[in-house]
């Protein structure tokens, strides 16, 4: 197993998919994980390396206040058929601690290298394609949000 060839990989596939209007995703990886974010990295995509389950988990993960948390979760459930029209059959759901998620697991057939990193980071970027704009059209006003991430709806027209 190559993690580190493999997270390499993931990272470069994820920053050539995502499109350049959303402006700089941030990212950190550390042994078998690795987190993208562009604002709030406690509102951040995920992948996760599985090797003795021989899968792979990417994901939207929501991992801020329980609050916020569950605000979002309602805001992207409200949101399932236009996410299952983007993504495919991923997992919207409570998660550990308050948490929440957007997901799924990808089966992992052959040892992680390059190329499922690749893979993996195509599918990365394909859910921050379908879900930031939803995340940004969502994010309660409260919620921090550290730089600035581009554009975001304008609230004051919902009021």
Do not use: C
Not at 89 to 100: C, F, L, N, P, Q
Request: glycine share 8%.
């Amino acid at each position: 197993m190559e993690p580190r060839t493999y997270l390499r990989a993931v990272d470069a596939a994820v920053r050539e998919g995502v499109p350049d209007a959303l402006g700089e995703i941030r990212h950190r990886g550390r042994g078998s994980l690795a987190k993208w974010w562009y604002g709030n990295p406690a509102i951040h995509y995920e992948s996760t390396l599985r090797p003795r389950q021989r899968s792979i988990e990417v994901g939207l993960h929501f991992e801020a206040d329980e609050l916020t948390n569950a605000r979002l979760l309602a805001a992207f459930r409200a949101q399932a058929k236009r996410i299952a029209r983007g993504l495919g059959d991923v997992r919207i759901e409570e998660w550990d601690r308050g948490w929440a998620r957007v997901w799924e697991t990808i089966a992992l057939t052959e040892p992680a290298g390059a190329r499922n990193g690749t893979a993996v980071g195509r599918r990365i970027a394909a859910y921050v394609s379908v879900l930031e704009p939803i995340l940004r059209d969502e994010l309660p006003d409260d919620v921090p949000w550290s730089f600035d991430p581009g554009p975001r709806r304008i609230r004051a027209a919902r009021r």
